[in-house]
């Protein structure tokens, strides 16, 4: 078989899949009483474990980071200390 037959073999049998999870899904908010519309969509899945979205911070950032946020405990047990 060519690849391109694999592949339309392949998205068929996802379509089909697909049909049955939207006959399941139809079914329980039916159960639900209600309609797809006003049951709250799920949220995008999270990504798989050990992947990171977003760039990493840079060393010099984490230790202004860090920085700032002893100046603002350092703060918040000053005020503490005055009351």
């Known amino acids: 078989m060519d690849q ?3 592949m339309e073999l392949a998205l068929n049998e996802l379509l089909r899949q697909r ?3 939207d006959q399941e899904i139809e079914a329980i908010v039916s159960e639900l009483g209600g309609n797809r519309s006003t049951v ?12 990171r979205r977003g760039r990493k911070r840079t060393a010099a950032e984490k230790k202004a980071h860090s920085i700032r946020m ?4 350092a703060a918040r047990k000053a005020k503490a200390a005055k009351k």
């Open 40 to 51: 709250r969509q799920a949220k995008s899945v999270a990504p798989p474990s050990g992947t």
């Open 19 to 21: 049909a049955e999870l």
């Open 4 to 6: 391109q037959r694999i």
């Open 70 to 73: 002893k100046q603002i405990w």
